[in-house]
C-alpha cells in the first residue's frame, strides 16, 4: 500500500513530501479559521481521543485536548497513575480494549517499541506524543511554524545545539522527506541513533551533519534549535550531563555567530540557564511561543487527515 494509507502517525518518514506539506498546509487553514474565532468546523463532533501518558506533559496534554475539543470532539487524559500500561495491563490488550471505545488514541511513552504494539494492536489510529526514540508531533508544528516565520521550509539551515535525542531523530526523519540542511551540533558521545543518520543520508534529499564545534556549524542558520540536556527518563544524569555539555549552552554569542537572520527555537520545556540563557529566549529572534502554539495546529491536521477528512 502506498505509505500516505498508513493509519498512524508514528514517525514522519512514513509519509512522503507531497503527504507532509499537504498536512502542514491544512494546519494553517485550520488554524486561520480558529483563530478568525469561527468555530463552526466540527470535524471530530460525535468523536473520542483517548491519551495515554507514561510521562508528564504540558504542551502535548493540554494542546491535544483542546484542539480536538474545538474540532468538536471529546479527549480523555489517561495518566501515568491510571492505566500504567505494561504494568498493570498488556499494552495489546490496552489498545483492543481503548479502541473499542475511542476513534483514535495519541501515547506518550517510553520505550518506542510501545507506540509500535499499541499501532500493531489498536484498530483505530495510533499518534505519538514522543517516544525515547523521537516526537513527530513536535516535529510537524516547527515545521508548521518555520513556514510562517521565514516562508519556507525546504533549502533552509536549521543548527540543533545539544543532546543527539527524540527530538534529533524526527528532524532526521522530516529531512529524509524534505529537502533541508539540518547540522546536529553535539558532544562526542551524544551524537543521535547512527541508524537514523544513515536511513536519513540514504535518501540523498537533504544534507545532514552531525559537528562537534558549534560555534562553526550556527554559521549562517536560519534556526538555531535546542532542548534539554537530560530528557524525561535521564534526570538522575542531570549533573553529569551538565558537565559533558559544556560549550553547548545557546547564549547571545552563539546566536551573533549565526548571524542576523537566525531564528531560535526550543521544543521547551525549557531550563533557562542550562541549555539556553534567559536572554535568548526572550529575545525579539525567539519563536518558541508560537512554536509551542502551534502544537495544536499541526496536531489537529494530523488527526483530520489520518480520518480521512
Ligand atoms: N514539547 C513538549 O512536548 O512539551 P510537553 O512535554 O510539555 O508536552
Ligand atoms: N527531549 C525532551 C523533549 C521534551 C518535549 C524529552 O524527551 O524529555
Redesign the pocket.
Known sequence: PPKTALKDFIHISDFDKETIMKILHRASEVKAQLKSGDRSFQPFKGKSLAMIFAKPSMRTRVSFETGFFLLGGHAIYLGPDDIQMGKREETRDVARVLSGYNDIIMARVFAHQDILDLAKYAPVPVVNG?TDYN?PV?IMADALTMIEHIGKLEGTKVVYVGDG???VHSWLLLASVVPFHFVCACPKGFEPDEKTIQKARSTGISKIEISYDPKEAVKGADVIYS??WA??GQKEEASYRKQRFQGFQVDEALMELAGPKAYFMH?LPAERGVEVTDGVIEAPNSIVFPQAENRMHAQNAIMLHLFGL
Request: charged share 10%.
Open positions: 514522543l516526537h513536535q535525542n527524540n527530538i532542548d534539554v530528557s524525561m521544543c
